[in-house]
């Protein structure tokens, strides 16, 4: 088992450990992972520290959730953390089937919370995300996070956040949401800084934390070959050449660029986190090891300058 750090979660009385498992690959739905590989794939990640979960209602349609829930019920006396998301309901007859549909109103936040509880064979949930609110900015906030906020003084839920792949939708919500943290996809790595330019600044300010998801930036930044996706699209030469070069800055140092990738957010004040997803145990193994390699100033300096 490695020795992973943990952080306070700003003011929610909650700590976590600086890496955790983004859920979304133990889906059949998307990913193609089978249940009984979802599963093995969370108990490992449990088994070797890891001891916080991000997953949503939209991964694979509850299966997420569920396959989750199946490997915390077999490791009850593992002292994790979990985090869900809330801003779509499944419409299909079960978990897996059907479509789900974008809903930030009051009443169907609170369905959808006790639904993914359910899935997760829980009775409460560390961390809720408002879930990509971009087209629902006014409800999401007005009604949604409001919603969460009320389950948050109810104990139902211990923090409020958002999850997003907008650094400006983040900063929109530190600004007008009862939010306790933030969590941003793809905009805090190697090859994209975005959020620093004010989402970390106000973070900072108001004693939010941020967690950085997606610091693979759709898996470039895990193997820098050509065909690689960089934000959900084929990646562009100038990003798989920047990426490629980090990748041999990495090599000539003797570590993996996913140590790198991985480990890059923490440098910064006001990241609480790292949200990494992996879809097979060997992967959890792989990841596990990549970061804790040590990582000099000179290679930090040199993958700046790229």
Known sequence: MANFTTRPLGDTGLRITE????????ASSFWGNTR???ISTAVAAIDAGIAWFDTAPLYGLGESEERLGAALAQRPEADVRVATKAGRTLAGD?????DVVFDFSRDATLRQVEASLDRLGRDRVDVVHVHDPEDHMDQAIGECAAALAELREQGAVGAVSVGTNHASTALTFVERAPVDLVMVAGQLTL???SVLDELLPMCRERDVPLLAAGVFNSGVLARPVEGAWFHYA????????RARRMDAVCREAGIDLRTAAMRFPLRFDGVAAVVVGMAHPDEVAGNVEAWQAAIDDGV???????
Do not use: N, Q, S, Y
């Open 300 to 306: 930090w300096a040199a993958l700046d300058a790229i």
């Open 191 to 193: 090859l994209d800084r």
């Open 234 to 241: 084929p990646a562009p030469p100038e990003v798989l050449d």
């Open 36 to 38: 009984e590989t979802g």
């Open 94 to 98: 079960g978990i897996g089937e059907g």
């Open 19 to 26: 890496l955790a498992l983004g859920t979304a690959p133990l």
